[in-house]
């Protein structure tokens, strides 16, 4: 048993200081929500929004810090920028400034970014995502998936990973692989059935670190299955990361499909392309006699993307063996690539990789052959 004690913790963070005041974070009060259990230790920096950039070497230090202690197995710090109820909000840019992007840093080695995302859960967004990136894959690409669903990690089932990631540096993380996927996700750091009671911003600098402090390689897509929804969460993941593009994967029925709507409309804010919109669940065909029938209805999905000016990439119909590989953690396109369910996942990824071609051809160099 670690006999590792928060204030053990507290006092080698004394040690680290903040370079601005010169001062100690733990006399700063910097601190906040230390945990200790099992020789595992959480807690988060408080910081000012406008510092986040340069507290990111200040997180790494502390973090550092305390896993050289004896007894301690892991760390996770994260930076937490949330205003005290007594801080006044930041005075509004001029119009002029606030349209201006915001400047994104770019992934090491990965050459696109791709979210799959959905206005509403329960529609089959992360399904969708495995055996997109597995279509992908399936074209030749190296591809990676990152779970950027904090609350509710889907991943290591869906995917059948089990272990925890290793560092060789203590900085990086080693991504796991299976199916061909780099695959990172916070489902490999906790148990399945521990909830994750965080507030938002530590929510987006765990984000951030999945998705910047991981030995991704060499990808050519980078397949994020973001949380369901369009909160803080979803918009500033929108924001803070370089993606190239969108996937919206909505049912036919017209409450999921108004969600959708809204969550097109979150990236079109941040001038993230939608590649368009994908119909799960859009039929149902009987096992026994062949009959089709559109439980949720039919169609909606086609027609909300004819109305917003999107592509409509195609359908996906309601089927027991996608349900139950992706349970198993045999996803049908990695474990049936010849079957009719994953020509259907090909088919969408075909489409997929089509636009990311062309997106990135629009932002690349021009090539002038004379």
């Known amino acids: ?18 370079k601005k005041s010169g001062k100690d974070v733990v006399s700063l009060g910097m601190v906040t929500g230390l945990a200790v259990k099992d020789g595992n230790v959480g807690f988060a920096l408080e910081i000012d929004p406008a510092d986040a950039g340069e507290m990111e070497v200040l997180r790494k230090e502390c973090e550092q810090a305390v896993f050289g202690m004896n007894g301690v197995r892991s760390v996770s710090a994260v930076l937490t920028a949330e205003k005290s109820a007594g801080q006044s909000a930041a005075p509004k840019a001029p119009p002029q400034q ?30 969708c995502a495995v055996n997109l990136a597995l279509g992908l894959a399936a074209q030749g690409l190296n591809v990676g998936m990152l779970d950027a669903d904090i609350y509710g990690p889907s991943l290591p089932r869906m995917l059948g990973i089990s272990g925890k990631p290793q560092s060789n540096d203590g900085k990086k993380l080693i991504p796991m692989e299976k199916w061909g996927l780099k695959v990172m996700s916070m489902g490999f750091m906790v148990e399945e059935d521990t909830p994750m009671i ?13 998705m910047f402090d991981v030995e991704w390689g060499e990808l050519d ?20 990361v370089p993606l190239t593009g969108a996937v919206i994967v909505s049912t036919p029925q017209d409450i999921a499909l108004l969600d959708a709507r809204k969550g ?18 859009s039929y149902f065909l009987c096992p026994s006699c062949g009959d089709r029938s559109d439980i949720f209805g039919h169609g909606g999905a086609h027609e909300t993307a004819k109305e917003l000016g999107v592509d409509f990439l195609g359908e996906v119909p309601l089927h027991m063996q996608i349900r139950e590989t992706s349970d198993a953690g045999t996803p049908v396109t ?3 690539p010849d079957g009719e369910h994953a020509a259907i996942y090909k088919a969408l990824a075909a489409k997929v990789q089509d636009r990311i071609e062309a997106s990135l051809s629009e932002t690349g160099p021009a090539i002038i052959v004379e």
Not at 116 to 124: D, F, L, R, Y
């Open 1 to 18: 048993m670690s006999d590792i004690t928060e204030k053990a913790v507290l006092d080698h963070l004394s040690r680290i200081i903040e």
């Open 98 to 127: 606030q349209q201006q992007p915001q400047q994104k840093p770019e992934v090491p080695g990965v050459a696109a970014i791709v979210a799959v995302a959905s206005g509403k859960g329960g529609v089959g967004k992360s399904t």
């Open 198 to 210: 965080w507030r938002g911003p530590m929510v987006m600098s765990a984000l951030q670190q999945m």
């Open 221 to 240: 897509v980078l397949v994020v299955d973001m949380p369901p929804g369009t909160g803080d969460a979803q918009l500033t993941m929108a924001q803070r």
């Open 264 to 281: 097109l409309n979150m990236f079109r804010k941040v001038d993230v392309p939608v590649f368009g919109i994908i119909e799960n669940m």
């Open 334 to 336: 990695a474990t049936e």
